[in-house]
């Protein structure tokens, strides 16, 4: 195992955790001022996904397609949210489940309806395609390295948001008394609209970054939603920092340990039977972190009172 | 107004009466479904104990429901190899019998549902939910990426295991002993809800603190409902394999655990025949919208919709109207 290898997996890990980090990101949100656990997160990602495909399939235009992602994501999610999510709120966590649960069924099959069964793909544009060298000789996909920096740059939009503008105000004094915020003559379903909107935005974009490096399919987005979770898990449901550090740990943990501990097996073990046994582990590897770190601190690592 | 009972045992009567009529007709397709719907019950009675009685959202109980089925799985295919799953410390030989099958099914689930429910009860709420959830997926990848048992593709059994004084290649005989689990399971909810059990751990769901200073340990009285209804889930998970002769990673799907729940939810939360109604209505809609359109689950999502959000008590609960009967 060189080094360069290594490092070129350290980075595929930070991709896999900023975009892991655009998912956690509106779940916590959602949960942390809403109170709402959303199982059709995972939706609105493919949502992303589809609508980029199809634009960029039509247009050709790669920044077109970002931009039909983020437009039709926040679109669904604001009509999901007028038309079924707010009937939620003062439901019990049960409820809530089942009925995202019911969402994730008529969005699947609905787009299934409409764009078929096959996988769409959506191409990486020439301008963003290709490696670049960085330091050290290191050859590394110039477009994985944009998905690294505009996930940074979303994590610290975000962090503005909240903590700068008025918005963001608005949004850390629901999480803290609704009713004191309502009394203020805060409009609070117009906060929860925009609220879920912005996690809506947020999954699409990442369904459509994350669309052109794997295919665009239905069913893309509940292997990301379920990863999302052991996220906010990790970081404590709620805490946009906890979704930060625990989406980069996650994509670390997962993009090393599939590399590292076949190689580790193979000290003590024949080629074959090491590479079967260290992916077979690796595979559980960051439900054994979650597991750890919820040994150590039940509310995850930046849990407030959830 | 019926009453809660008369209509189980009309439900009862029902999922009976129509495999029997079956037989009789010779339709072994129907004989088929209504064991699958027995089976699915099964699993959701499982489920309903940590739900119903607990009040705990697992949705992670396609581990016990997988984890049942390649307890099947991994014995029979031995069996069927005449190749010893180990020799050292002590030979241990795969078996085709149904009744040592259940018994691995169940310890296995039970130990799985123990190291499970020591993490996870720690947690409660969201936090719970979503830790289920992830353990759940984890039994999933690792099934998938497991090749020694077919990996992805799962594995076949060529013929049905046995039970003892039966055929169970019958399609009758089969269902009958499928049966005959859920109504010993149904029987268990029964006991468990009227016992001090029971009662204490209903009363951990309403108040953690008057259970305390009872003396009691909610915690423990969880874990302990939690590692029965891993139990129960997994001999469904087995029936489920035996039924299909095939066992795959799509048991450990985190669909599977919504599945589980929505029978729950359609048959009606905290009802002892909840998970049989569901899962009869369940199997029903498959079948008959699966005929009408590829694209049943938008109808099937529509009307779970519908009933979360205008109709709580689902199946059960809206024909009887009474309050489930211990809140």
Known sequence: MSLILLIEQVLNGLQLGVMLFLMAAGLTLVFGVMGLI????????????????????????????????????????????LVVIRRLYDRDHLDQVLATFALILIFS???????????????????????????????????????????????????????RTRLGVQIRAGEAD???????????????????ALGAALAGLAGALVGTIQSVQVGMGEPVLILAFVVIVIGGIGSIKGALIGALLVGLTDTLGGVLLPELFKLFMDASSASSTGSALASMLIYLLM??????????LFGGAA | MMRERHLNLILLAGLLAIPVWAWITDEPFTIT??????????????????????????????????IGGYAMGILASHAQNYDPIFTTPFLFEGTKSMPVIWLTAIVMGGIAALLIGLISLRTSGVYFIMITLAFGQMFYFFSISWPAYGGEDGLSIWVRNGFPGLNTLDPIQFFALCFVLLLLALGLHWTLARSGFGLALNAARQSEARVEAAGLTPFRLRLVAFVISGMVTALAGALF??????VSPTMFAWQMSGEIMVFIILGGVARLCGPVAGAALFITLEHWLGGVSDYWHVFLGALLLLVVLFARGGLIGALVKKEPAHD
Do not use: C
């Open chain 2, 241 to 246: 394999a035996d039924l299909n002769r095939f």
């Open chain 1, 178 to 196: 609704r009713e004191m915020v309502a009394a203020l003559g805060v409009d609070i379903s117009k906060l929860y609209t925009i609220v879920f």
């Open chain 2, 33 to 66: 479904l209504a064991t699958r719907v027995a089976i699915l019950a099964l699993a959701g009675v499982g489920l309903n104990i940590a739900l119903g009685l607990g009040g705990l959202v697992s949705l992670g109980h396609a581990a016990f429901f997988g």
């Open chain 1, 109 to 163: 099959e609905g787009t299934r309806y409409i764009f078929g069964s096959f996988p769409l793909y959506l191409s990486i544009p020439d301008y963003l395609s290709g490696p670049v060298s960085l330091p050290g000789g290191i050859q590394y996909p110039l477009y994985r390295l944009t998905l690294i920096g505009i996930g940074l740059a979303v994590a610290v939009g975000l962090f503005l948001l909240i903590s």
């Open chain 1, 38 to 81: 959303n199982l059709a997160h995972g939706s609105l990602y493919m949502i992303g996904a589809f609508a980029a495909a199809a634009v960029a399939g039509a247009t050709g235009s790669f920044l077109l397609a970002l931009v039909a992602a983020l437009a039709a994501a926040a679109a669904a999610g604001a009509i999901v949210e």
């Open chain 1, 291 to 300: 597991a750890a770190v919820l040994f150590w601190k039940p509310k995850g």
